[in-house]
């Protein structure tokens, strides 16, 4: 995490924050979830319980301040610094894979974790993790409350 937030993409007077991309993937042997970004400020999400995942999901349509909101959460946990790939230390053949591509106005990240998160320790994060933060930022904004837990 960096000391100071990198600054909220940047956008004209009057105009949401809307992504060129956003999808976020996350899943293992427990719960599975998928948010991918539609376009004209649409987003979807789909959850799973279980193995048999439907993509089909919800559709939401965040507001301008919820976009807003979310731009300024993810530059304040330092998202943007984030590495390309987490690993764990030592070899775990279960566990939770995740990866995200997010591109707006300008900015942009490509990552990916196997058992390993940004602010997290020993093959977990805690609710003060930037990963958590992150997962909590993706929730409020998606209305998805199963996305942290």
Same mark, same amino acid.
């Given at each position: 995490?960096?000391? &100071?937030?990198?600054?909220?993409?940047?956008?004209?007077?009057?105009?949401?924050?809307?992504? @060129?991309?956003?999808?976020?993937? /996350?899943?293992?042997?427990?719960?599975?979830?998928?948010? @991918?970004?539609?376009? @004209?400020?649409?987003?979807?999400?789909?959850?799973?319980a279980? =193995? /048999?995942?439907?993509? &089909?999901?919800?559709?939401?349509?965040?507001?301008? =301040? *919820?976009?807003?909101?979310?731009?300024?959460?993810?530059?304040?946990?330092?998202?943007?610094d984030?590495?390309?790939?987490?690993?764990? @230390?030592?070899?775990?053949?279960?566990? /939770?894979?995740? &990866?995200?591509?997010?591109?707006? =106005?300008?900015?942009? /990240?490509?990552?990916?974790?196997?058992?390993?998160?940004?602010?997290? *320790?020993?093959? =977990?994060?805690?609710?003060?993790?930037?990963?958590?933060l992150?997962?909590?930022?993706?929730?409020?904004?998606?209305?998805?409350?199963?996305?942290?837990?």
């Amino acid at each position: 995490m960096t000391d &100071s937030p990198a600054p909220s993409p940047s956008v004209s007077p009057g105009q949401s924050r809307r992504p @060129k991309v956003l999808r976020v993937s /996350l899943g293992g042997f427990g719960p599975n979830w998928e948010v @991918k970004y539609l376009g @004209k400020g649409r987003l979807r999400y789909a959850y799973s319980a279980g =193995a /048999l995942f439907d993509r &089909s999901g919800t559709i939401v349509e965040p507001t301008p =301040a *919820q976009w807003e909101q979310f731009w300024r959460e993810l530059s304040t946990i330092g998202f943007w610094d984030w590495a390309g790939e987490y690993l764990p @230390k030592e070899d775990i053949l279960d566990g /939770l894979c995740w &990866s995200l591509e997010v591109a707006v =106005a300008g900015q942009s /990240l490509i990552s990916r974790g196997d058992n390993a998160y940004p602010g997290g *320790q020993h093959c =977990a994060y805690d609710k003060n993790s930037e990963f958590y933060l992150f997962l909590a930022a993706l929730a409020r904004l998606t209305g998805c409350r199963k996305l942290v837990r």
